[in-house]
């Protein structure tokens, strides 16, 4: 599909954006919006799709709108098609959402305009060819995004989210615009193609990096500048939660790797270890964070972080590879990055639209209200339950077949031949171990609570099932999961001119592999069949509950728990979010969050209840953020003090600034 | 043959290193004192199968050596000491276990990379044997830094030496004469440490060094 | 013809592992008693366990949901598919290539998930308990099998574990010192992983000890007996990965005749009955541990498996 029409369906967004404006609160504006958004989704992940799978050339077009030196330059690549179908899949769930939840939306104008902007934000930025452009549709996403977030500002917390988003993304925006201004060079060369031709010494590079990681990397949720994500992802309503969490942070992964791949050049052998240094930290710290959580909304977002983690982990690996000519290896790193960030898309959509579900049922968002969600919403539990195990890397669906080329490319590394990378590699292997594992034991918990047990309030106990619409779209993913996990050969095929574009090799063809496995270096090294182990597993359970039924007894009968013949009727004494996740803090909490628990026993006598009371402290927040945020807060104390000049002295300091630009003028060489 | 020498040195070598990890989470005296008793049966082994790899006679008597006194004497002394002054109790680390353990890791990669590079043209056996006895020499040092009591102190000293014997042997052996003086030397330093560990505890009632540092003059 | 014998080999190991994992567990607690002077209960004792359990009504609380009824079907299925995967006796077996090593441990993985939520599902305290100690001890025990697979493929060359058996047989393999941490640590993890002592106690009949019978508490009837076998195939499971990795003598290559197959079943029996009378003697000889030591000891196994993955880093020959 030609670039002008992804061009003319971001186009017709734009003006669906202002048609939501004009249409203000009639109720067709909500069916109206969200449809035509579904529409054109639809449309530009058809496209996307044909463009990959062809593997056609790309297609550039330059429009005459914007600097007048550059205009505005378009580009349809590999990576920014495979990119446009992770995106305009994740927008077309949420529109499909928004059909379904729009009309129970209390203040639809404050959402209607900003969503189809959000989304022509989005996929501008994807198709942007120079830097103009780039930043333009950056900003003009962090905006849309910044309205949504504040779409329910009169909630105290949503408020302190916004700003804390609008500060962190204008920061972002910053550190990229010094980055393509180093790059574009004193030329001023600001098309990529430019940028692509005239190479960037070796210093400036390493600046870039670094700007680059600042920038894309805070929108994408890597520590230490994760702080807003947390706080902004579910202040938003819970389509735009889950476009913000699986959608927008694969944009900002789009602009590291369009950045450091495509637009640096050949890399240096140093490059790879902070970016996965970065990913594995993040990937522990969010997961742990997400352990101690009781908001549902926050716990995904947490999770975000980790699986952003994950990802720049192995794109950090590819670099490596890369800059040491491995190209096979890093086509294998890269792929293993690339696959997660579309499953990533796919069960993270699925969760936020879970618990936007269960928000509308029950108006509850904390786990130690809810439970026993799973007999009174099953079908939403049956999705939300492919959702949990997909990420947690269970096979065979698709996080698994990510999770699984991860691990091999670390295998791999041991022919790297630079010292810190021989030592770092197994490090950086253990630590996604241990958040693979923390994450399973996380999403044991989110499920467990809120959907098992009994319920804790009556809101939990009134719950029904949500509407159909949005039964379908969590059914849709949760296919979307199962066929990428037994398939994974098809999306790495999909995935090699992506993967040839950035490394300059591609993964074997899967295609001729028998069965349909996958083998990510050679048939005798190592291979798994998603495929057969489904088959397997269903066969298996097929025929025990076959064999049980016919042979043994098949009779079933109900009766109250038997809770080692001491029963409770209270669902009290069921364990709380806080209590499951009290022995990992145990372990984990001291060096993570410098947990303290104190309890408070009343002596022999005393009538006083007993508390114990546990602390916990946000290490990133008091070390990074609190001192920059306290020096200034001193700087705007002092500088304060020339609010309140008297004339005489505001001329004087105009006077005094007149002089010092004569003085260098005058000692200008 | 010529493999199996090399794997069974270096797992001999590499179960040093492991009981110097062994040595670092015991929290018990007692329970301190066998595993260092099993440290030095593991290099006197070591060392054993060195004398008979490199067929140098010598260092059979190093291996007699370090059975004899550091699998025997020392810890049955330091038992003796031990009941003497009453202190079988709990031994606090400074630092929970796991940023001990993590640090004990990076410890040992740190001496991998260091000796691998440095001794880039020598015989691999060597190399290798090298590293994993300045790992445990490492270790030792931060069994000293992450200790409390003076006597565990006094262990993880010994241990230090353990790793200075196996880097040693590994380097083709040091002349007896050296061996000899070496081992008498750390029995005399020994011997003063235990009776000022009595002084000390007559004087302050505690061999916690910790407080010691309370009665350090010119600081208030 | 090569296919017809893989195929049988893969179907025998199937019924095998299936049929004799009830008997290891039997031959265990047999040994056990034994070695506390009493006479045991019968070797053949969890079959009739298995059959009376699979005749009783099945018992299900009222706030239990369709998840309840439905785990044990899918963790007895995803434990048989991953015992079915290990060489016991042969190597040659049929679909070895589905699934790694890695993909073994994530089955077993899943396993342990689904039985994690079917102990949240009624909603009591003791089915917390045991969810969130599994779910703890799961933190610790899975990276440090994620470590040892990861060494054992750097040295074998694969994470196949037909290769990998097929390696440790030729005379290429040496003592190397990272294979001994990762053996030291392997039998930490199956300790772990199989709720033996000193990790959790498979008799208790205490609340305050129980991690895996905590979580089936509720369970009765045919859903009691297919937990019950999937936690033996589990044990079985790492028994014979164990002994295919590290004690691979007698073990039948692919394509030899029927009577290497028959030598490596013979030899299977022997590893099991080893293997089977070092647990009871180790269980015996140890006390269980505090819960919050078992982190200690488990992260030790974490510990050495790093090590020994960073020493094949560094150096080829270790």
């Known amino acids: ?669 | 043959m010529k493999g199996l020498s090399f794997d069974l040195a270096h797992l001999l070598a590499g179960g040093l290193v492991l009981v110097s990890f062994m040595l670092l989470y015991q929290n018990r005296l007692y329970s301190l004192l066998n595993v260092f008793a099993l440290q030095a049966v593991v290099l006197a082994l070591s060392v054993a199968w060195q004398a008979y790899v490199q067929g140098a006679p010598h260092l059979y008597v190093t291996a007699a050596i370090a059975i004899v006194f550091k699998a025997m004497v020392i810890p049955i002394a330091l038992h003796r000491i031990i009941a003497r002054l009453g202190i079988h109790r709990e031994v606090e680390i400074v630092g929970s276990l796991g940023p001990t353990m993590i640090a004990g890791m990076g410890l040992v990669a740190l001496s991998m990379v260091v000796m691998l590079r440095v001794t880039a043209d020598a015989d691999p056996l060597a190399r290798e044997d090298l590293a994993f006895a300045l790992s445990v020499v490492m270790l030792g040092l931060l069994m000293m830094v992450t200790r409390r009591n003076a006597v565990s102190q006094v262990v993880g000293f010994m241990s230090l030496e353990n790793g200075l014997i196996l880097a040693a042997t590994g380097a083709k052996g040091m002349p007896l004469v050296v061996e000899i003086s070496v081992a008498f030397s750390v029995l005399v330093a020994f011997i003063v440490i235990g009776v000022f560990l009595f002084r000390i505890r007559e004087r302050f009632d505690t061999v916690d060094v910790q407080a010691l540092d309370q009665f350090q003059g010119g600081r208030r | 013809m090569a296919l017809i014998g893989a195929l049988s080999v893969e179907i025998s190991q199937m019924l095998l592992v299936l049929l004799l994992a009830p008997l290891l567990t039997g031959f265990v607690r047999k040994a056990k008693a034994r070695l506390l002077r009493r006479q045991g209960p019968p070797l053949l004792q969890p079959y009739r366990d298995l059959i009376r359990l699979a005749r009783k009504e099945a018992v299900v609380a009222h706030s239990a949901s369709w998840l309840f009824r439905f785990v044990p079907y899918l963790v007895f299925a995803a434990t048989w598919v991953a015992a079915a995967l290990v060489p016991t006796f042969a190597t040659g077996l049929l679909f070895s290539w589905s699934a790694d090593l890695i993909a073994i441990i994530a089955l077993l993985g899943s396993a342990r998930f689904f039985l994690a939520l079917a102990g949240m599902d009624v909603g009591t305290s003791f089915g917390g308990i045991g969810s969130s100690r599994e779910a703890m001890f799961a933190t610790l025990a899975e990276p440090a099998m994620i470590m040892i697979v990861f060494t054992l493929a750097l040295v074998a060359g694969s994470t196949q574990l037909s290769t990998m058996a097929g390696f440790m047989t030729s005379p290429a393999v040496g003592l190397r010192v990272s294979l001994g941490m990762a053996l030291i640590a392997l039998v930490i993890v199956a300790l772990a992983e199989n709720g033996r002592i000193p990790v959790d106690n498979p008799a208790t009949h205490l609340e305050l000890t129980m991690v895996h019978e905590a979580m089936v508490l509720e369970y009765s009837g045919r859903h009691l007996a297919l937990i019950e076998l999937a936690s033996w195939l589990k044990l079985l499971l790492y028994v014979s990965l164990i002994s295919c990795v590290f004690a691979p003598w007698g073990i039948a290559h692919e394509g030899k005749g029927l009577t290497a197959h028959a030598i490596g079943v013979l030899a299977y029996f022997g590893k099991l009955a080893v293997a089977g009378l070092l647990l009871a003697l180790f269980e015996t000889t140890i006390a269980k541990m505090r819960v919050f030591r078992v982190p200690d000891f488990v992260g030790v196994a974490l510990m050495l498996g790093f090590l020994a993955v960073l020493l094949r880093f560094v150096s080829g020959s270790l």
Request: net charge positive.
């Open chain 1, 1 to 669: 599909m030609p670039i002008a029409l992804f061009l003319a369906c971001d186009a017709s967004l734009l003006v669906l954006a202002v048609c939501a404006v004009v249409l203000h609160r009639r109720p067709v504006a909500t069916t109206l919006i969200y449809g035509v958004a579904l529409a054109l989704c639809l449309a530009q992940l058809a496209g996307a799709l044909i463009h990959l799978v062809a593997d056609a050339a790309p297609g550039v077009i330059v429009l005459p709108i914007g600097l007048p030196w550059v205009g505005a330059n378009f580009r349809l690549d590999a990576l920014s098609a495979f990119f446009l179908g992770v995106i305009n899949l994740g927008a077309a769930a949420a529109s499909l959402y928004g059909l379904g939840a729009g009309r129970r939306e209390p203040e639809p104008q404050r959402v209607l305009p900003f969503f189809p902007a959000f989304l022509a934000g989005m996929n501008l930025v994807l198709l942007a060819d120079d830097a103009f452009t780039f930043l333009a549709s950056w900003e003009f996403m962090s905006l849309a995004s910044w309205a949504l977030v504040m779409a329910h500002h009169r909630e105290r917390d949503n408020a302190r989210a916004g700003y804390v988003y609008i500060v962190m993304a204008s920061v972002g925006t910053m550190a990229l615009l010094l980055a393509f201004g180093l790059l574009a060079g004193p030329a001023g060369g600001y098309a990529f193609a430019a940028i692509r031709a005239s190479g960037v010494a070796p210093g400036l590079a390493a600046l870039v990096l670094g700007l680059a990681l600042i920038g894309a990397g805070s929108k994408a949720g890597l520590a230490p500048l994760h702080i807003w994500l947390p706080l902004a992802h579910p202040a938003a309503p819970s389509h735009v939660s889950a476009l913000m969490s699986g959608v927008m942070t694969k944009v900002a992964v789009y602009g590291f790797i369009r950045i450091v791949f495509d637009l640096l050049g050949p890399a240096a052998w140093w490059w790879g270890v902070p970016v996965m240094v970065l990913g594995a930290a993040t990937a522990v710290l969010g997961v742990l964070h997400a352990l101690m959580q009781t908001d549902l909304k926050r716990v995904l977002a947490y999770s975000t972080i980790e699986n952003v983690g994950l990802i720049f982990a192995g794109l950090g690996l590819a670099l490596a590879f890369k800059a040491n000519g491995f190209v096979a290896a890093a086509a294998l790193a890269a792929t293993a990055a690339l696959f997660h960030a579309l499953n990533h898309a796919i069960f993270k959509s699925l969760l936020f639209f879970g618990a936007g579900a269960v928000l509308t049922s029950t108006g509850e968002r904390g786990m130690e209200r809810l439970g026993g969600l799973l007999n009174r919403m099953p079908a939403t539990g049956l999705f939300v339950l492919v959702g949990c195990a997909a990420i947690s890397a269970l096979p065979p669906l698709n996080g698994f077949a990510s999770d699984w080329l991860l691990l091999q490319s670390i295998l791999l590394s041991p022919q790297l031949p630079q010292w810190a990378l021989k030592i770092l590699a197994p490090a950086i292997g253990a630590m996604l171990a241990l958040a693979a594992a923390l994450a399973a034991a996380c999403f044991v918990r989110f499920f467990g609570i809120a959907f098992l047990g009994r319920p804790r309030s009556p809101a939990a106990e009134a719950a029904r099932e949500v509407d159909p619409t949005i039964i379908a779209v969590m059914g849709a993913l949760a296919s979307l999961c199962l066929l990428a996990g037994i398939l994974p050969a098809f999306v790495i095929d999909a995935l090699a001119p992506v993967v040839r574009g950035l490394t300059g090799a591609q993964m074997p063809w899967q295609g001729g592999i028998a069965w349909l496995s996958i083998a990510p270096i050679a048939e005798s090294r190592s291979s798994y069949n998603g495929l057969l182990v489904f088959l397997f597993i269903t066969a298996s359970a097929s025929l025990a509950a076959f064999a049980i039924h016919r042979i043994a007894s098949n009779k079933l009968r109900r009766a109250p728990a038997w809770d080692c013949g001491y029963p409770d009727a209270n669902p009290a004494t069921q364990y709380t979010a806080e209590s499951f996740g009290q022995p990992i803090r145990r372990v984990f909490g001291a060096f993570a969050f410098r947990a303290h628990e104190r309890v408070d026993m009343p002596a022999p006598g005393e009538m006083r209840p007993a508390h114990l009371s546990v602390a916990m402290h946000d290490l990133v927040w008091e070390f990074l953020y609190l001192p920059v945020i306290r020096a200034v807060e001193f700087l705007a104390q002092r500088l304060n003090y020339l609010q309140f000049l008297t004339i005489r002295q505001y001329l004087s300091v105009v006077f005094g600034a007149l002089v010092s630009l004569l003085l260098v003028l005058a000692s200008w060489p």
